[in-house]
């Protein structure tokens, strides 16, 4: 198919909606005021058309309904909640001043939006939200836009595990010889990638994002908005030294009348349905689900494989959620499921571009051989195949009394990855065989917690408890062996046998490695409101079962408003604490089960600024400071432990009877440590009215991040020297004195070993980035939208030099060296710009928006790292080779932008 017949079948997706909430959009700015003075953080919600908004610092908010005409407008508050009746109309401003008593009109109360924290909070509604520029309309994404937010890979396809670093003195891997990351999903102002914590309606997401970052596992709909916290966040959050992620689902307040849509488009269908079932005498029953299925690598291989960029990881993925609840005056129960996978694999379009170009550059290098005689191993790209699955079910109890309220939680989550892996030679760099890992987790929780308010208007308490079970394991499956025809590639027979017999981690996955532990938390916080000051203090204490580690982390925040420049003051100091973040660090086979929780101390403060109704500007500054991390540490061994491998009681019962101990090692150790401080700008500008006007924020990031794995550096010739003096030794003490360690072994043989190492740039630190979201209304048919970003590349250690082997035989391989001076590199920035246009018809039913989007308008290649090719020698600028994001398409030279273009009707 010609390239312009794929753009007009991508540009036209169909859309058929069932009848919804939203009509022909009319928006009215207004304020709320309680005895004289704004009323921050108060929800007000329309009960026609669901839509809600929140106030701002100075009580304003922006609401959008269907038409013209007069509406009932709920509005919630600490205090309780009153219902207004309200003509709207477009230029309309709403002043809405609220008694000193705001009861309900169903005879109960509403608690609200107790945690008003705003220091290091960014908060996004759903209006905002909805068409974002430049994600496919994916809401959470942009969570990415907002200061301190950075993704943690550059595209997001690595699998949960990092088996790697301990697989790699085997021959598995033959990479960098320094690192000082995990993978995971996004970075929180230089933390740690497992460090941050994504919760739907208040229960744990596995992950948030699906393979290749391309959408987010919660449909839109289903989104009715944001708060990120990047410092010091609520006490009933835990177990996270990064922040958190919470995203609000539909609820009993917005599930207001039937409405849905059915979208067929060029890469993904969705659906989505939400109604109160039932509501009468004051007992409301209500509905809320969605479904999403994606499919471009299928589109793309079958219309346009010539468009797909080399190194393509397009993901195929499908997601669901639905919540279902029941509502009386002082109960409300609901049930709450979510669930995704993924699968990734690279296209078969792509596979054979890579042999062809593979067997036209051997033919330079080699004048008559070719590809198959040369190296059987002609794939010399990482295996990438990735399927990834969650299903998590959360059941809530709530019991609101007015000033008491108490919620009790409880939740089941199913994770299910595969992931594939090869082993190559470190001899020859050819593939010996794949396999795959399977990593299956089970995790429980249950949750209390009580809110009271003392004081009316100046004192509410928050107290509860969380327990958390882990059931992990993880196996290897599929052992396929690769054919080699370099007779200096080891067999695969005679590798499998020496690794079952030398390695233990590789034994343990062939064997099935499990582990079971549990944690167990308590908080309390407190907010003072008195004057122009908010204080929370606060604590949270966490237990971890493996290590029976436990960790008090208080935090203290404090603001202060000048109530007539609108000038707000904060700070805010905290301690936090997580256990470790894989199930390969913690492995009584062949981790260290003895890990001490992470630890992480976050102090910020800054300034913000209301300018005018719609204006607000916030500057921070926040020093994070990181201890016990989790490092690879190849000395780490806990002397006069037990022989306890179940493969080792069958196979040598007699060695194990004639020494009983051993000098276990533990592969890690919580050795690390690590910093991060910056500074962020926030800018945003509210919207006056949706039908004209310009509305949208600024974001700016300056961070500097370092971390310290505080292990012996050893020069390749005091390697040399200090394996010559330990060969055929066995290690029989190990002890650590502060930068000291301490190593004999079974003759007397004595070695000490300093901490020489130093302080190098965070794998993940992007010193800059900025996001610049805008949207434009021209009147109340045309709206356009631009979202500019741009963020520096992760450091790297480069490749200096390659290192021949089995030139003899006339089959050479090239092993990779490697710069001493590592994270000195950094590949080019990433940017780029992506715009929406949104044309609305109005009509009597409703009203129809024609869409189009372009992604990467100026189809700027981001670099992601650079893969080596074995076949080859060094030579910089050709090998390593620079590999793209795949967000452009390619047409000849040419690289154009993604298009997104469609058609919503609502009724």
């Not at 329309?46 to 610092?57: E, G, P, V």
């Not at 230089?190 to 393979?211: K, N, Q």
């Not at 709909?221 to 010091?232: E, L, R, S």
């Amino acid at each position: 198919m010609r390239l312009s017949a794929f753009l007009l079948l991508l540009a036209t997706p169909v859309s058929l909606l069932i009848p919804g909430a939203l009509l022909a959009e009319v928006a009215v700015s207004g304020a709320i005021t309680l005895n004289g003075r704004p009323l921050v953080d108060a929800r007000i919600v329309d009960l026609q058309s669901r839509s809600s908004a929140t106030t701002d610092s100075g009580g304003r908010f922006t609401i959008a309904v269907p038409a013209s005409g007069f509406y009932t407008l709920r509005v919630y508050t600490p205090g309780g909640m009153q219902s207004i009746r309200r003509e709207i109309r477009p230029g309309a401003f709403l002043q809405i001043i609220l008694r000193e008593e705001v009861a309900s009109e169903d005879g109960f109360f509403v608690l609200g939006n107790r945690d008003r924290t705003r220091l290091s909070r960014y908060s996004l509604d759903k209006e905002e939200l909805r068409r974002f520029p430049g994600v496919y309309g994916d809401s959470l994404k942009a969570v990415q836009s907002l200061p301190g937010v950075s993704p943690a890979t550059p595209v997001g396809v690595s699998p949960t595990a990092n088996l790697t670093s301990q697989l790699k003195a085997a021959g598995i891997s033959i990479g960098p010889p320094y690192s000082n990351s995990t993978n995971g999903s996004v970075v929180l102002r230089g933390s740690s990638a497992r460090g941050s914590r994504f919760f739907l309606d208040g229960f744990l997401l596995p992950y948030p994002f699906h393979l290749g970052d391309q959408a987010s596992v919660v449909n839109n709909d289903f989104i009715q908005g944001i708060d990120v916290y990047t410092g010091a966040f609520p006490a009933r959050y835990g177990l996270a030294t990064g922040g958190i992620v919470a995203i609000r689902a539909p609820d009993a307040e917005t599930i207001t009348k039937p409405s849905g849509h059915f979208n067929l488009a060029f890469f993904l269908s969705d659906a989505h349905y939400e109604a109160p079932l039932y509501d009468s005498e004051g007992v409301k029953i209500y509905f809320a689900g969605a479904a999403r299925k994606s499919y471009p690598n299928y589109v793309l291989l079958q219309t346009a494989p010539q468009t797909i960029p080399p190194n393509a990881k397009f993901a195929d993925y499908a997601d669901g959620q639905f919540k279902i609840g029941m509502k009386t005056t002082a109960h409300e129960i609901s049930l709450l499921y979510a669930g995704a996978r993924d699968r990734l694999r690279y296209t078969q379009a792509v596979a054979q571009a890579d042999k062809e170009r593979d067997a036209a550059l051997l033919s330079l290098l080699n004048p008559g051989s070719g590809l198959n005689n040369y190296n059987s191993n002609t794939d010399t790209r990482p295996p990438v195949g990735v399927d990834r699955q969650f299903h998590t079910g959360g059941l809530r109890w709530q019991l609101d009394t007015g000033r008491l309220s108490q919620t009790v939680q409880g939740q089941i989550n199913r994770f299910r990855e595969q992931f594939e892996l090869d082993f190559r030679s470190p001899f020859t760099g050819e593939r010996i065989f794949n396999f795959e890992i399977l990593d299956n987790r089970l995790e429980k929780q249950a949750f209390y917690e009580l809110e009271a308010e003392p004081v009316k208007k100046h004192l509410f308490l928050r107290a509860g408890s969380e327990y958390r079970q882990y059931d992990w394991e993880l196996s290897m499956q599929n052992l396929t062996e690769s054919s080699s025809a370099n007779p200096n590639t080891p067999s695969f027979i005679d590798t499998i046998n020496r690794l079952i017999s030398e390695n233990r981690t590789f034994r343990a996955l062939y064997d099935g490695d499990r582990t079971f532990y549990f944690t167990s938390s308590a908080f309390a916080e407190a907010e003072i409101l008195y004057g122009g000051f908010r204080i929370t203090p606060g604590i949270r204490s966490d237990y971890y079962s493996l290590s029976r580690d436990h960790g008090s982390g208080p935090r203290l925040g404090v603001e202060y408003l000048f109530e007539q420049t609108k000038t707000r003051l904060l700070a805010s100091a905290s301690r936090h604490f997580a256990p470790p973040g894989g199930l390969e660090q913690i492995s009584f086979e062949s981790g260290n089960p003895y890990l001490l929780m992470e630890e992480s101390d976050h102090a910020a403060g800054g300034i913000e600024q209301q300018i005018g109704r719609s204006l607000m500007i916030r500057i921070e500054g926040y020093h994070n400071t990181y201890r016990n991390l989790v490092v690879e540490d190849e000395w780490n061994h806990r002397p006069f432990s037990p022989r306890t491998n179940k493969r080792d009681f069958v196979e040598r019962l007699d060695s194990i009877i004639e020494t009983p101990l051993e000098a276990r090692p533990l592969f890690y150790s919580n050795e690390g440590s690590g910093g991060s401080h910056g500074i962020e700008l926030f800018l945003i500008k509210k919207a006056e009215r949706s039908s004209r006007g310009f509305s949208g924020w600024l974001s700016f990031t300056a961070s500097w991040t370092k971390r310290n794995n505080h292990q012996p550096r050893l020069t390749e010739d005091e390697r040399t020297e200090f394996n010559r003096r330990t060969f055929g030794k066995t290690l029989f003490f190990y002890h650590r004195f502060g930068p000291l360690q301490y190593l004999q072994y079974d003759d007397g043989h004595e070695e000490w070993l300093y901490d020489n190492d130093r302080e190098e740039l965070y794998d993940l630190d992007r010193t800059y980035q900025a996001s610049i979201v805008m949207r434009y209304g021209f009147n109340a048919n045309w709206r356009l939208g631009g979202h500019w970003k741009y963020a520096d590349n992760v450091p790297f250690t480069p490749i200096v030099d390659a290192e021949r082997i089995g030139g003899d035989s006339g089959l050479s391989t090239y092993i990779p060296e490697y710069s001493e001076a590592y994270n000195s590199a950094r590949l080019k920035p990433v940017h780029q710009l992506s715009v929406r246009l949104d044309h609305f018809d109005n009509y009597e039913w409703g009203y129809a928006n024609w869409f189009i989007e372009l992604i990467n308008v100026y189809g700027h290649q981001n670099p992601e790292k650079e893969n080596f090719n074995f076949l080859y020698p060094y030579v910089r600028g050709f090998n390593p080779e620079v590999q793209y994001e795949s967000n452009y398409l390619s047409s000849g030279s040419r690289r154009l932008p993604l298009l997104n273009a469609g058609l919503e009707m609502r009724f």
